[in-house]
């Protein structure tokens, strides 16, 4: 296959989409939680506590949306945990964050294992089934592009926008942005730091593990170990090169998702003359050389890692 | 309301950190007994079958030990380089670099005699750690990249390439499709410390070396400028002492600490190479870095907690049926715990009361 | 507009402050403190640093909760009403306002957006920013504090940033006004200017707190003074009725022996910049065709309103900073682009501009803090290993010979107050016989003593020899030091001039970065 036949498939570009959606919750996610000055490595691990409390919900009988508010309730207790050790206790935001992730992710397989003990091959849910538009699906090349992809990846396309608006559009928006570059200015005017520093890294923990949800009940079907492999800190990696922008943030996610996609497809059709994990690792080679590429020239919010001490300044 | 305030102590209370270390690890066997409640299990029963099980006999505390050995040395890595405050959470993947460096030097192609095969083994996978370390530093002083995502998407990187060798140029022809390496020659294999018992010279290795880092942080001037680039790279820069200089050494050092771990595991436990050699020992490091307050010899009674609650969790986990990975649950705990017991010793917690007078 | 009389303008009491006692640990800041304050009036808080004027700000706005003692303000309606404690929205909510002296905006919002930053519900859907504007001009016709509303405020100069910051006050009602040391980072113009904001606004009913420890512009500007000294009040008296002399001694409690520059013999070229110009992201790290000329035993004073490139010069001095083009000399050395440890090694002395951040690693002892420059000398390594015997005898020599107050060698740096960090970093630089000394803003924030203590201190390391570039913005200091003065504005540097011959006004129309007009 030529490498323009690849471009050109709607296949293709519906695979990097579905490959993109994860990344498009996770990248906000952390968005958000920078924005206001945390540094949420709890990620990966909730993205995995995400996966395993959407994909338990229906498997013991729950709604697939219920699915997904459990497992955003999830997200949003373990970034409570993560807001509470590292704002008003001001913890080192590495650490705590490197600590969450092992819980999670740990307390994730625990639940799994014991209630489901005795299992070899991974129970099965219906998951998302993808949105079909009458009319519109049956359009060439972005009919099968839009319409293969399930509701999530729609809530995804306006959560974009959605969180773009909250941050450049409404007065909460603007005291996130504000808490993550100058706190003390926040103070100042009477509003209080650390709840909306919590609020918001609460917030940004359940879009990351709407992330995780997305790849148990709508990308896959089942919960495996290891499953996340990773997708949290690409996440981490391309917050950056979003430059902490919703819109960049989607941008982001696509490319890495069409250059996933392109790999797969690269490597089926190159046969066997390269080892497939060289394929593999692209992805996250992809991912250092764009935190690379964007690191240098980085804005950060200025307020990033740095507790926020009341009457200190 | 009663408020609850932070004001910083004068000076650290030394006694304290110890006993808030120690609080933090029976913190977290504590809070364990939730879960292990929940999943309908008898909490006594589990943490006697847990305590029997790491210490319970001279097979169970050798077991113990053994998991030690990688623990202290990926601990180790962890200590120094956080000492810096150089973020390298890649100990796994320099865990697989080493142990593969180990692999490829010890398992055929150079036949020399024990004496000589082994430092060659030893520094093969030192090197190799230490190079994959490298990567991460100079993109951090070059560029500003982030280490702490560069070295951790390089684990996944590492262990594909490890996949990749394993059933590539590395493969056992003897392996019968398996893919695992050819075994370690047997003039390379790191002897056992006792008859029948899988502790091994690894372990006397991870002593010594702690207690040379330990001389090393507190008393030299490399160890100096290590910790004053991690309390405060500026002042530090500002006083002439290169910071990217110690960046990189630390680094380097933190790279082949983690290297040695993976040569310490074939060499001396496993003989060969698995694409599951580790599970997780270079993740596991930094909680035993943490518990240890990064202090290299309390990463070795940090190491021995974290193999006791691993090794005591899998007969926990036969006899009353809950799953083993309760030991991974107790060890993040304890991580976020002893972070939290961290601020005793930092701070004075006041319970603050309204004055009556006042309102 | 003839300014009102005050008899006409001030009314009644807006603010009351009772017993205000506030302890740190075994340090009192404030003891048992009483100020009113009524409607009209401008209030100097006089002190030094460390008097506690700024804790008790900071209690009044809610940063800090007194230990004791109570806040009535009045409301509308004028009359008193206890204010909660500890709470920035109440004292907001009171109509108190307070301009910090580091100011508390968002380099990454506009001057709008920091304005109105909290005062629409955070739930709302989007912001209304209509009405909010309108207001503002009104405010800002009304108040004469003109300036673009709508750039990052991290664009903006210290003065603009300033009007944000009153503006934002304004914006939100406030009855009273906490100005904590309004003009240190301006020019004498600028000042002025706000002096102008200041007596328009009172006319206007507004009550100002003025803090300050200049006494020039307390007797300029204040209808009363209250005076604080370690932590108490010692006097509170109309302005009219008190003369500087009385003011100073009241505020300082103690004889004070200012620093006194004797005639010196500058000798052979030291330290030579020519043509040296740095290419920075924005206005405070761009240098611009820089060229200037020490002698050894002379202090040249480079003066000018912060956030004009003196941080990237010192840094440039220091080796934290290459320039872009030019050449930098060091007794005919070309140390252009010489690295921090060269600098040292050359016999350069560094006092940083910010002495946290690069002066002390905070958590390591005072004696690790005394050989920080120190790790390459035999004195103090041994095959590669710390002397540590050394070290201790070093550290309580330095400690003595610089009469460092603290809890001990052995003590993390953090412990120290500013002066005695500043000491211990005079022991530090000053112990290697520096060649060259770049001092920046070596008082910054400390009480006279210090200030005194580290005066001598340079003029010291001057009748040695040494040359010394003092970059400041306290102008009283580069007079009583300087036996040359340049000014730094926007990146450029303008020659020198023999102190006896500066005009303080021409002086402050360079730090404006105003070319003096001819007339016409």
Not at chain 1, 1 to 26: C, E, H, K, Q, Y
Not at chain 3, 51 to 73: C, E, R, W
Request: hydrophobic content about 50%; glycine content about 12%; some cysteine.
């Amino acid at each position: 296959m030529d490498v323009i036949d690849i471009l050109l498939s709607a296949n293709f570009w519906a695979a990097a989409i579905r490959i993109a959606t994860p990344l498009i919750f996770g990248v906000l996610g952390a968005l958000l939680c920078e924005r206001s000055g945390v540094l949420n490595l709890g990620i990966e691990g909730i993205f995995t506590a995400g996966a395993m409390a959407g994909w338990m919900t229906v498997h013991l009988g729950g709604d697939l949306w219920t699915g997904v508010l459990v497992a955003m309730a999830v997200g949003a207790l373990f970034g409570l945990l993560h807001a509470v050790l590292t704002v008003p206790l001001g913890l080192s935001q590495h650490v705590t964050g490197i600590g969450v992730t092992l819980l999670a992710s740990s307390l994730a397989y625990f639940i799994y294992r014991n209630a489901l003990p005795q299992v070899t091959s991974p129970p099965r849910i219906v998951p998302f089934q993808p949105l079909a538009i009458p009319g519109l699906s049956d359009l060439p090349f972005f009919g099968p592009v839009l319409f293969q992809q399930t509701a999530l990846t729609w809530l995804a396309f306006a959560l974009v926008a959605i969180v773009g608006w909250v941050l450049y559009r409404t007065p909460l928006g603007l005291a996130i942005r504000a808490v993550g570059d100058t706190p003390q200015a926040v103070e100042a005017q009477g509003l209080d730091v650390h709840l909306i520093r919590i609020g918001t890294v609460m917030a940004g923990s359940a879009l990351m593990a709407l992330g995780g949800a997305f790849l148990t009940m709508s990308a896959f079907d089942a919960f495996f170990f290891g499953m996340v492999n990773g997708r949290g800190w690409i996440c981490i990696a391309l917050t950056v090169f979003a430059s902490w922008r919703p819109g960049k943030a989607l941008f982001g996610a696509l490319l890495y998702g069409a250059f996933d996609a392109f790999q797969v497809r690269l490597q089926t059709s190159l046969g066997g003359a390269v080892p497939g994990q060289v394929f593999l690792m692209l992805p996250y080679l992809f991912s250092i050389a764009a935190l690379v590429l964007v690191a240098r020239k980085a804005d950060y919010p200025r307020a990033l890692l740095v507790p926020f001490v009341k009457g200190q300044r | 309301m009663i408020g609850l305030r932070l004001e910083p102590r004068p000076t650290p209370a030394p006694g304290l950190a110890l006993a808030a270390r120690i609080g933090a690890g029976i913190a977290a066997l504590v809070l364990a007994a939730i879960p292990i409640a929940l999943a309908g299990a008898p909490v006594g029963k589990a943490f006697a079958l847990m305590a029997e099980g790491a210490f319970g006999s001279l097979f169970a505390t050798s077991e113990t030990l053994a998991r030690a050995t990688p623990l202290i040395l990926t601990g180790l890595a962890a200590a120094v380089a956080f000492r810096a405050k150089l973020w390298n959470i890649g100990g796994e993947g320099q865990l697989y670099a080493g142990a593969l460096a180990a692999v490829a030097v010890g398992s055929g192609l150079l036949d020399l005699p024990g004496p000589a095969l082994i430092p060659i083994v030893m520094a093969a996978g030192m090197i190799a750690g230490a190079v994959l370390m490298l990567v991460p530093t100079l993109l951090k002083t070059r560029f500003g990249a982030d280490e702490v995502v560069t070295t951790l998407l390089l684990n996944f990187v590492v262990l594909l390439v490890v996949q990749m060798m394993l059933e590539g140029p590395l493969k056992d022809p003897y392996g019968m499709g398996w893919p695992q390496s050819a075994p370690i020659l047997d003039q390379a294999v790191l002897p056992k410390l006792m008859p029948r018992m899988r502790v091994h010279t690894g372990l006397v290795i991870a002593l010594v070396v702690a207690v040379g880092i330990a001389l090393v942080m507190a008393r030299s001037v490399f160890g100096f400028q290590v910790r004053a680039v991690g309390e405060n790279a500026s002042a530090a820069r500002f006083a002439g002492i290169g910071v990217t200089a110690t960046f990189i050494k630390v680094g380097l050092l933190s790279g082949a600490l983690a290297g040695l771990a993976g040569v310490s595991e074939v060499a001396g436990l496993k003989g060969y190479l698995t694409s599951d050699l580790s599970p997780g020992f270079g993740y596991s490091g930094i909680v035993v870095a943490m518990l240890a307050g990064l202090n290299p010899l309390g990463v070795v009674v940090a190491a021995i907690f974290v193999a006791a609650v691993f090794v005591g969790a899998d007969s926990m986990s036969r006899g009353v049926g809950i799953s083993s990975y309760i030991a991974d649950l107790i060890v993040a705990t304890s991580l976020l715990c002893v972070l939290v017991g961290g601020l005793v010793t930092t701070y004075r917690i006041r319970f603050t009361r309204p004055d009556p007078a006042r309102s | 507009m003839p300014p009102v009389a005050p008899a006409d303008r001030i009314g009644p009491v807006v603010l009351s402050l009772t017993g205000i006692t506030k302890r740190f640990g075994a340090f009192v800041a404030n003891r048992a403190i009483d100020l009113t304050l009524r409607r009209g009036e401008v209030l100097a808080l006089l002190g030094e640093n460390g008097a506690g004027k700024t804790t008790l700000m900071n209690i009044l706005f809610g940063h800090y909760v007194a230990d004791a003692g109570s806040v009535q303000v009045a409301g509308a309606d004028g009359t008193l009403a206890p204010l909660p404690a500890g709470s920035p929205g109440a004292a907001l909510a009171a109509g108190i306002g307070m301009v910090h002296q580091h100011f508390a905006l968002a380099g990454n919002l506009t001057g709008f957006e920091n304005i109105v930053l909290g005062t629409q519900s955070l739930w709302a859907p989007v912001s209304k920013d209509g009405p909010a504007r309108a207001r503002l001009s009104a405010l800002v016709a009304r108040s004469g504090l003109t300036v673009d509303l709508d750039v990052p405020v991290a664009n903006l100069g210290v003065g603009e940033r300033q009007r944000v910051e009153i503006l934002k006050a304004l914006y939100r009602d406030a009855r009273i006004l906490v100005l904590d040391e309004p003009t240190a980072v301006l020019t004498p113009q600028e000042a002025e200017g706000l002096f102008a904001v200041v007596r328009r606004l009172t006319a206007d009913g507004l009550s100002v707190i003025l803090i300050s420890h200049k006494l020039a512009e307390v007797a300029a500007v204040s209808d009363r003074v209250a005076v604080l000294r370690a932590g108490a009040k010692v006097a509170d008296l109309p302005t009219a009725e008190c003369d500087r002399e009385k003011l100073a001694a009241l505020m300082v409690g103690r004889e004070v022996v200012p620093a006194r520059r004797s005639v010196g013999t500058p000798g052979e070229l030291m330290l030579e910049l020519q043509h040296v110009s740095v290419a920075g992201a924005d206005r405070r790290s761009t240098l611009t065709d820089v060229s200037l000329a020490i002698r050894a035993g002379e202090i040249l004073g480079l003066a000018g309103v912060s956030g004009n490139g003196q941080t990237v010069l010192a840094a440039l001095l220091s080796g934290l900073v290459r320039p872009s083009s030019g050449r930098v000399r060091l007794d005919g050395t070309d140390v252009t682009r010489f690295s921090p440890g060269r600098f040292v090694q050359l016999g350069v002395g560094r006092v940083p501009e910010d002495r946290h951040r690069d002066g002390v690693v905070g958590a390591m002892t005072l004696g690790e803090n005394l050989i920080l420059e120190d790790l390459d000398s035999p004195d103090y390594r041994r095959f590669g290993f710390l002397r540590r015997r050394a070290i201790e005898k070093r550290a309580a020599a330095a400690l003595a010979a610089h009469d460092v107050r603290g809890p001990g060698p052995d003590s993390p740096a953090r412990l120290l107050s500013g002066g005695n960090m500043q000491k211990l970093i005079l022991a530090r630089v000053l112990d290697r016989k520096p060649r060259l000394l770049i001092a920046a803003q070596p008082t910054r924030g400390l009480d006279i003593g210090a200030t005194g203590d580290v005066h001598r201190r340079l003029l010291a390391a001057r009748a040695e020899g040494a040359a010394v570039l003092l970059i400041s913005e306290d102008l009283d200091e580069l007079f009583r030091l300087s036996d040359r003065i340049a000014v730094i504005q926007a990146g450029r540097v303008t020659p020198a001039e023999r102190t006896e011959e500066v005009d303080l006004k021409t002086l402050g129309l360079k730090m404006a970065g105003q070319t003096e007009r001819t007339p016409a």
